[in-house]
């Protein structure tokens, strides 16, 4: 089955950190940029952060710039997100999603054009 699962989400006071994982199970994921949406409760989802096929090229959101770090291990076939200073507004269900790529040169933060898409991790940020 072809799926991509994320864990690592959780309650944490604010200025803390939390890691979250996207791994896919079914398909090699170094053919695939991936990309961390989130969405907030009563907002649209938004992209945050993604990372190329190889991890040569990475985008993040304003929001988040400076405090969120996309990495991945392909040979774990997994990918990460590093979250850090975090505040009461980042409080979301966070979601990976992965699109094929040809090349190590780009990564997408738009919900259009994404093959795989997990179930989301929850994350609570409040003191």
């Known amino acids: 089955q072809l799926q991509l699962v994320e864990s690592g989400g959780g309650l944490v006071q604010p200025g803390g950190s939390l890691r979250l994982s996207c791994a896919a199970s079914g398909f090699t994921l170094d053919r695939y940029a991936v990309a961390w949406f989130r969405q907030a409760p009563g907002k649209e989802r938004e992209g945050v952060s993604c990372?190329?096929?190889?991890?040569?090229?990475?985008n993040d959101a304003d929001s988040v710039l400076g405090r969120f770090a996309i990495s991945r291990d392909n040979a774990k076939n997994t990918v990460y997100l590093q979250m850090n200073s975090l505040k009461p507004e980042d409080t979301a269900v966070y979601y990976c999603?992965?699109?094929?790529?040809?090349?190590?040169?780009?990564?997408?933060?738009?919900?259009?054009?994404?093959?795989?898409w997990g179930k989301g991790t929850p994350v609570t940020v409040s003191s």
């Open positions: 990372i190329s096929a190889m991890g040569n090229y990475r």
């Open positions: 999603a992965a699109h094929r790529v040809w090349d190590d040169s780009m990564c997408a933060m738009h919900e259009y054009g994404m093959n795989y």
